[in-house]
């Protein structure tokens, strides 16, 4: 049996086994572009299989040296990759720069981070292992470009025969002079390699004296400069003083292009990674530096908590009574990981999970009610009683205790929300009942949630608050 069979054998003892088949012929078969950066969400969509699945087969498979797990900030104008990590403790806190779009963005985790996954050379050699081989479009395609831009060949035949003026490579240390015709629009001549940009505004009549510009690619993140220019012909002389090969392209910035870079599909963000069940169990404190801190603009917290335990200890005593709470965990962690939440942490008998969407949280917190009666039930009981409490807001990743976990007024006001149920209800806030996915599922179950103002301890002011009875 050779290694990489051996490897696909011991995954298929963690990982869910039609995926493991998915992930096997993919390696075996796929074109050299597919496994690289793979769009976890995309390749669920093309295979058919569940997305959660697909997930946790990945993460295991790169726990076994399948893959190697990528986190790319991207540009939210044209999808460009503005930086590669191997992992997320190397993510800069400052602004990152887009030159093409003449931006700068804070690299938060809900949408700019993506997390793709790439096919490790000690399983298979791809020729995105070693980029500065890659011809000039694939090297747009599978290295500038994130996951989420949705480039067909459709898309290339566009940018290569309505958009691009002209595209050269440029060996260091080397110059080149371009000899082009400036049409009567906006153009921008970009390098995707150094990430440098200029912009040229074409405009007025058409002259017929040849007009100058230079550039010069170094490993210097120049801001994007604009020059004024008149239709008609123009000299420009590309310089590279960087150490590696650079692609310019003169670009028309039209409708085609603008067309080409807005075809999106959706990406396997930081955001949910970090509220993954799988991710946390595999990598644990591997993901972030004790002084990172990460902004999430928008995460849903849940917290439950154990009514009564201490008496309930004293009523059956402890043996029967740990079993109790043991059967609890395990119903209230099962329904986490199945909503698609992640257990951040257990406090005595409370539990605190994170999910990416409030209707996820919800779903959980209904399944939690109905699966602490069904135990009770069993028993003949009402031993079992969870205090549920959820709220959305924004947060910071951050480590502590050796662990991943958050912090932030939107952690605190969740976890004083859950302390207002008394008897099996659960208590959301404004933001939670405020999304569209969770009023759908208010409607579909015939719930009346009952508003109410409510002091929360350490909060300043009342909030308004739901009771769903």
Not at 11 to 32: F, S
Not at 57 to 63: E, K, N, P, V
Request: glycine share 6%; with cysteine.
């Amino acid at each position: 049996m050779s290694e990489t069979q051996a490897l696909f054998s011991v995954l298929k003892q963690t990982a869910d086994a039609d995926v493991v088949d998915a992930i096997k012929d993919l390696v075996e078969k796929g074109e050299d572009r597919e496994l690289n950066r793979i769009n976890l969400l995309d390749f669920a969509r093309k295979t058919g299989l569940d997305e959660e699945k697909v997930i946790s087969g990945f993460l295991h498979a790169s726990r076994l040296g399948v893959f190697d797990l990528g986190w790319n900030v991207l540009c939210p104008g044209c999808g460009g990759v503005l930086d590669a990590h191997a992992t997320l403790k190397s993510l800069r806190p400052d602004d990152y720069n887009c030159a093409l779009c003449a931006a700068g963005y804070e690299a938060s985790v809900d949408e700019l981070v993506e997390v793709a996954f790439t096919v490790s050379p000690r399983v298979r050699r791809i020729a995105a292992h070693d980029p500065n081989t890659l011809p000039i479009w694939e090297y747009y395609r599978q290295i500038f470009w994130s996951s989420g831009v949705d480039v067909d060949d459709e898309s290339f035949t566009r940018l290569t025969e309505e958009v691009t003026l002209e595209a050269i490579e440029l060996p260091p240390g080397e110059k080149a002079v371009l000899s082009l015709q400036l049409p009567k629009q906006f153009v921008i001549v970009f390098e995707p390699v150094t990430h440098a940009a200029h912009f040229i505004d074409v405009q007025g009549e058409p002259i017929k004296e040849r007009q100058q510009l230079s550039m010069v690619f170094n490993k210097v993140h120049a801001p994007t400069g604009t020059t004024v220019m008149r239709p008609g012909p123009l000299r420009l002389t590309l310089d590279n003083q960087s150490d590696v090969r650079v692609l310019p392209g003169v670009w028309i910035a039209g409708d085609a292009m603008h067309d080409m870079i807005g075809k999106r599909k959706p990406i396997l963000t930081a955001k949910r990674m970090l509220s993954n069940q799988t991710f946390r169990d595999l990598y644990k404190a591997d993901n972030l530096n004790i002084d990172q801190r990460l902004k999430i603009t928008s995460l849903t917290f849940l917290f439950t908590d154990l009514k009564g335990s201490t008496a309930l200890y004293e009523r059956v005593g402890d043996l029967a009574a740990f079993d109790l709470v043991r059967a609890h965990f395990r119903a209230l962690l099962e329904i986490i990981a199945a909503e698609k939440g992640a257990v951040v942490k257990t406090i005595g008998d409370a539990v605190m999970a994170t999910f990416i969407r409030p209707e996820h949280a919800l779903r959980a917190g209904l399944r939690m009610r109905t699966a602490m009666k069904e135990l009770n039930r069993t028993r003949g009981t009402e031993d079992l009683i969870v205090k549920i409490g959820l709220h959305e807001g924004p947060c910071l990743a951050v480590m502590l205790n050796e662990r991943q976990d958050y912090f932030g007024q939107t952690v605190n006001v969740a976890a004083r929300v859950q302390s207002l149920s008394t008897n099996q209800e659960i208590h959301i806030t404004q933001p939670v009942i405020g999304a569209p996915e969770v009023a759908a599922i208010i409607e579909r179950e015939a719930i009346n949630p009952i508003r109410k103002e409510a002091a929360l301890r350490g909060i300043a002011d009342k909030m308004v608050v739901y009771e769903i009875p």
